[in-house]
Structure formats: structure tokens, C-alpha cells
């Protein structure tokens, strides 16, 4: 179901008028009887990898022979993404009934945030399938994210925690940890990635005061080499796992899965080794450093947009493409540190299209151009701008047609950007075939 639809049928507030609070969700929750407090959640906050950790999280569990709702944000094209069940997005027909459900039972004039009635929607869903688990992400921040009232969490888990969002959650890292640190509770198990020496006595300070037990993944008993194949193993606490997430950073995500995997195990949940490890190799998550082979040539898809998703891109083409001819198709919203993405990923680019992503905080494609040329990181004559993101795989074509060497095409930035990409991309692959 496209946004448009949704915003439609819900009485929703504007976009761009959202407050960071819980007390407008918990009365939300209560019209329509608190169906999170009858669901088991794995509750996930982070700046950046708490897609992948949820994904991989719920892989697993569906391995184990789970029925395992997962919720994440933001989607890539259709709202539907955001609410799966064993991996299959909630159908339309499921959603329209699932709305009529809930607009039956908030009164007229109740007004709800747009993240807020998406959370609602998807607590609503996983209770109505009887799912047996819920893994749930975060939607912004933690400690007044909408997804926060829920009372007693299976398990608190925290990414990796990093610059972003400044103007809501603070602009340093002990700032940003606070606000993230705001989902552990009371004597529930809580796991987190191993974190900057900012942000470490942060999270361990709450966990205490909370009575919550911590566990931080073990650098030291993780051990894994380099190399551009495409798949990545590691050896963590003794034994081999497989991921097919060719990220580095996925590793540690990696590594968070299984620390949750030995927690729920602790708790009593039927985890087979079989499906940690099937699990952890299946999965797959879309637009995160994601690769197609289209026409002989190698082509990224990567949602990365603050600085440290930005820095890691980067490493990742280092690592993979290291004398080939690259070429960087790139859509921006304007509240990201921009200057610094640019400084940090235009030395990997031979050349750099520029467009806008379909979003009303986008950036405007000759501004970005503009921003480009002033770092004097790309050739001026090397800078091209299309506004138009739905013309931008067209202008790479025919300007990669002109190279005559080994090349390929990174698509990056805003979600909201290179979701429709990858539509376009998937449709075109199919037609290839």
C-alpha cells in the first residue's frame, strides 16, 4: 500500500509536526486494548545496523521454527515492508482490514503521528496472526520513541551507536547513548554491540541502575580476515559462522545475533544450532551494501546516509573495488551532515551523478552539485546532474558506456532515493533474463 493511501484512511498528523513522547502512544495503545503487552519483543535501538541485527534476528528465529513477527523503518518503496511476518510483508488486502480494525475503535477526533499509528498498526497485526515472537526496531532515538512503552521486553538490544539526528538526541555520543539507552528496563536482559569509550559507561550506567543484566559482544573473541569475496566468516567464542551481508560491520551486527541467540536460549526458547548458523547465512536485507550483476556490470545499492554508514560504504568499495572505474549515482536529504559525507565518500568516485530523492526534505540537485565542486574532490566536468531520480539509471548507462575498462555503479544515499532504484532495478533484471 503506498503512503499516500495510508495517510488517507488514518487520521493522522501532518508530516513534519511529529514530537518525540510517549504519551500520546500509550493512550493510542489503550483505545485498542495494549496488544503489546500480550507479545514477546526483542526491542532494538541503535544508529546504525539495527535493521540488519533485526533482520538477521528474525531470520533465525523463523529458522527455529518460530512464527516471528519483525517491524523496521523506514521502507524502501510500499509501507507493507515495514510489517512482516516470516519474512513476507503484510498483504494489502491484510492492511486495509487491519486499519478499518483500528479506525473503528480510536474516536474521531484522536490524532496520532505518523510513526505512531505505523507502530500501532504493526502491535495490532502481530497480535491478530498470533505470531509466537516480535522483533521491533526503534523508530528515532529510544527513550521517547513511540516503540518505548513497552513494559518488559524479552530482551533490550543496542547497536552501534554514532552521530546522527543531532538536533533531536544531541550532538555528542554520551547525548545520543542517553536517548538509546532509554529502552533498557528494570532486571530485562540488555545486549549491546561494543561501543565507542563514549558511549560504554553510558549504557553500563543505566543497566546498573536498572538492575538489567549486560552483555557487550567480546571483541577479543572475535576473529575474522579481510578479503572481497562474496561471502564473509568469522569465528566468534570458538565457533565458525557464514553471512552472505557483505558489509564488514555486519560481522559485529553478526555477532550481536548470536548474543541474543544465547540470551532467548537461557530463557528457554528451542534454538538449534542448525538455525542460528542457516539463519545468520540466509539472510538478506535489501539496499545494505546490496549487489546486482546487470549487463556486465557490477551495480551497489546502499542506504547508507550519515557519516558512519557513509565511512563504511566506503571501506566496502575500497574492498571490493579497488582498480575499477567507479561511478556514484547520489540523492540527499537536506539534515545530514552533508559536508562531511562529501568529504568522506567522493575521493572513492571517478565521476558522481547527481539527483534528488522523492521526499520533501530533499536537497536540491543542483545545491548538492554545487556542494560537490566546492570540496574540488571530483573534476567539475565529472559532476552531472539529473533532478529527475527516475532518468538518473539511464544517464549512468549511456555514461558508462564511454569507459572502456572495468567499471561499476554505486547507488546511495537517502532510503527514500534509493528504494525506487532498486524497483526500477529489479524490474529491469527480469526483463533481462
Given at each position: ?36 503487552e ?44 515495514r ?5 513476507e ?48 526496531e ?17 530482551i ?16 555528542t ?14 532486571h ?9 569509550d ?14 538489567a ?164 574532490l ?47 532495478l ?7 533474463k
Open positions: 500500500m503506498e503512503y499516500e493511501e495510508l495517510e488517507q484512511r488514518v487520521n493522522m498528523a501532518p508530516i513534519g509536526t511529529a514530537k518525540l513522547g510517549i504519551d500520546n502512544m500509550r493512550m493510542l495503545m489503550e483505545h485498542l486494548g495494549n496488544p503489546q500480550e507479545l514477546p519483543i526483542i526491542h532494538i535501538a541503535g544508529t546504525n545496523g539495527k535493521g540488519s541485527t533485526a533482520k538477521m534476528t528474525a531470520t533465525v528465529l523463523e529458522k527455529a521454527g518460530y512464527r516471528v513477527g519483525l517491524f523496521t523503518s523506514p521502507s524502501l518503496v510500499d509501507f507493507n515492508e510489517i512482516q511476518i516470516n519474512r510483508p503484510i498483504s494489502d488486502e491484510a492492511l486495509s482490514s487491519l486499519i478499518d480494525w483500528v479506525n473503528h475503535r480510536l474516536p474521531e477526533d484522536f490524532v496520532a503521528t505518523q510513526f505512531e499509528m505505523f507502530t500501532a498498526l504493526a502491535w495490532v497485526a502481530f497480535w491478530q496472526q498470533d505470531v509466537d515472537i516480535v522483533v521491533m526503534v523508530g528515532l532515538g529510544g527513550r521517547l520513541d513511540a516503540t518505548n512503552i513497552i513494559t518488559y521486553p524479552l533490550s538490544v543496542i547497536t552501534k551507536i554514532a552521530l546522527d539526528h543531532v538536533h533531536i538526541l544531541g550532538n555520543l554520551a547525548a545520543i547513548a542517553g536517548e538509546k539507552a532509554g529502552i533498557i528496563k528494570e530485562r536482559p540488555v545486549i549491546s554491540y561494543p561501543q565507542d563514549e558511549v560504554t559507561p553510558v549504557i553500563a550506567k543505566r543497566a546498573e541502575e536498572l538492575a543484566p549486560l552483555t557487550v559482544v567480546d571483541e577479543k573473541e572475535l576473529h575474522y580476515a579481510i578479503d572481497n569475496s562474496l561471502e564473509q566468516t568469522f569465528e566468534y567464542k570458538d565457533e565458525s559462522y557464514t553471512i552472505t551481508l557483505l558489509e564488514e560491520h555486519q560481522i559485529m551486527n553478526a555477532t550481536v545475533v548470536i548474543e541474543i541467540i544465547h540470551s532467548l536460549r537461557n530463557m528457554g526458547w528451542n534454538i538449534s544450532n542448525r538455525a542460528l548458523h542457516d539463519g545468520l547465512y540466509q539472510t538478506q536485507w535489501a539496499a545494505r551494501f546490496e549487489r546486482f550483476h546487470i549487463l556486465d556490470t557490477d551495480i551497489i545499492i546502499d542506504g547508507s546516509h550519515n557519516v558512519d554508514g557513509i565511512t563504511g560504504l566506503r571501506r566496502n568499495l575500497e574492498r571490493y573495488y579497488p582498480d575499477t572505474y567507479r561511478l556514484g549515482v547520489m540523492g540527499m536529504v537536506a539534515d545530514k551532515d552533508i559536508d562531511t559525507v562529501l568529504k568522506t565518500i567522493l575521493p572513492v568516485f571517478d565521476a558522481i551523478i547527481v539527483t534528488e530523492p522523492n521526499n520533501h526534505r530533499a536537497m536540491p540537485a543542483n545545491e548538492l552539485a554545487h556542494k560537490i565542486a566546492e570540496t574540488q571530483i573534476a567539475t566536468e565529472n559532476i552531472i546532474v539529473e533532478p529527475d531520480f527516475n532518468q538518473t539509471l539511464a544517464v549512468a548507462k549511456q555514461w558508462l558506456s564511454r569507459i572502456n575498462c572495468e567499471k561499476m555503479l554505486t547507488l546511495f544515499g537517502s532510503f527514500y532515493f534509493v528504494g525506487n532504484l532498486r524497483k526500477d529489479l524490474q529491469f533484471q527480469q526483463e533481462s
